[in-house]
């Protein structure tokens, strides 16, 4: 396969594939798609791995996510149960075992982590804040980049620091801890958000949420091209004009459609580009 597009940041390797992942990922193949499956946890950063090492159009991320620091809803996506919603267990870190899959060759990015501020207490944004320092380390140790999630607080709620930004903080960890570069995926902050990590080199990826809101157009005008890269974040978000269905890595096409349409850009060059860019933030 000769990729011409790249899913920078998928989930494969989530409960939602049991039933047909291997035809999921030759669709992709089938149309000239590579991508990233990313780890959330231990098991399916293993998971993402495994899966990696087998198929030639697929690399690996491997990380704790932020709402996997402490108790938290999560859905069953991910690791299944039935269908049903679940609590997620809040992993005490294994950093070895993290260690270990970092250094492998078709790991390329440590991550999904970062903070995430939509449902939470004080206690546990200490907790994501201890556990996104362990990730940003065995990054640092093993020169590979970050990939960041990062998302502000629900403005209804009422707890106490909903007020504060999930990328400035991010930002002050990331600038006086991190020794390697990183991507902020599904990229939802301000302008004014985006301009600090602009700075530090980051790049910044979207997924189909821009098939079918304009709430982007703006942070995707203004950040250069350069510094873009097209996600699905499946098997959430499917794009139009897939919605309706579970989400995968062939409809980044759509992605890299809504991207050329809101910069008025060719969509073959910009395709290029993206993809370009990519390679250059997996270093192949």
């Not at 108790?71 to 294994?94: N, W």
Request: aromatic content about 10%; proline content about 5%; some cysteine.
């Amino acid at each position: 396969m000769i990729p011409r597009y790249f899913d920078i940041h998928s989930h494969m390797n989530f409960s939602a594939y049991d039933p047909d992942r291997e035809e999921v990922i030759k669709r992709a193949q089938d149309a000239g798609v590579g991508m990233i499956t990313v780890g959330t946890q231990i098991d399916t950063s293993r998971k993402a791995l495994e899966l990696a090492e087998t198929h030639d159009n697929m690399y690996a991320a491997v990380g704790l996510h932020p709402i996997h620091t402490s108790p938290s809803f999560h859905d069953a996506k991910e690791l299944g149960d039935g269908g049903k919603e679940f609590t997620s267990r809040g992993e005490v870190p294994d950093i070895e075992a993290y260690r270990k899959l970092a250094l492998h060759p078709k790991t390329v990015a440590i991550g999904e982590c970062g903070l995430d501020y939509y449902r939470l207490d004080e206690e546990s944004r200490i907790q994501q804040v201890k556990i996104f320092e362990m990730m940003i380390d065995v990054a640092n140790e093993s020169n590979k980049p970050l990939m960041l999630h990062i998302r502000n607080g629900d403005r209804a709620a009422s707890l106490q620091h909903v007020n504060r930004s999930a990328y400035d903080d991010a930002f002050e960890i990331l600038k006086s801890r991190a020794k390697v570069k990183g991507n902020l995926h599904f990229f939802a902050g301000s302008i004014e958000e985006a301009k600090p990590f602009l700075d530090l080199g980051y790049t910044f990826s979207f997924t189909g949420v821009l098939t079918f809101t304009h709430d982007y157009d703006e942070v995707v005008k203004y950040l250069p091209l350069d510094r873009i890269m097209s996600e699905t974040d499946s098997p959430y978000i499917t794009p139009v004009p897939h919605r309706g269905k579970r989400n995968e890595p062939s409809y980044v096409i759509e992605v890299v459609k809504a991207i050329a349409h809101i910069k008025g850009q060719e969509e073959k060059a910009v395709a290029s580009q993206l993809f370009e860019n990519s390679k250059k933030f997996i270093r192949i």
